[in-house]
């Protein structure tokens, strides 16, 4: 059973920052690719970023590109977001997902229903 499990979430003021973990246990953490979510009340689950099985390819959504960066450390079986410049529009609860991949180890998915497992959530709040 693979378990993922979210953590850094909190309040924040516009202009902080933040950092996520995701820690997956229960199979090999060099299997799959990661990818950070988010989803806001009444919104659909967004894709914020991913990272691909090699940790050679990263991707952002336009949202975010240039405050945020992904990184994989397949030591600690952990995927981290660090979000910088924090807005009121980044509020939302952050999910984490894993897709297994086989050998594409470049590969990046977009979208939620390609994901294989998710975490439980993290809230994140930006106030002004």
């Known amino acids: 059973q693979v378990q993922l499990v979210e953590s850094g979430g909190g309040l924040v003021q516009v202009g902080g920052s933040l950092r996520l973990s995701c820690t997956i246990s229960g199979r090999s953490f060099r299997s799959y690719a990661m990818g950070w979510f988010r989803q806001g009340p009444g919104k659909e689950r967004d894709f914020v970023a991913g990272v691909s099985v090699s940790g050679d390819n990263k991707y952002y959504a336009d949202s975010v590109e240039g405050r945020c960066t992904i990184s994989r450390d397949d030591a600690k079986n952990t995927v981290s977001l660090q979000m910088n410049s924090l807005k009121p529009e980044d509020t939302a609860v952050y999910y984490c997902?894993?897709?297994?991949?086989?050998?594409?180890?470049?590969?990046?998915?977009?979208?939620?229903?390609?994901?294989?497992?998710w975490g439980q959530g993290t809230p994140v709040t930006v106030s002004s």
């Open positions: 997902g894993a897709i297994a991949v086989g050998g594409s180890y470049s590969y990046i998915a977009l979208l939620p229903r390609e994901y294989n497992y």
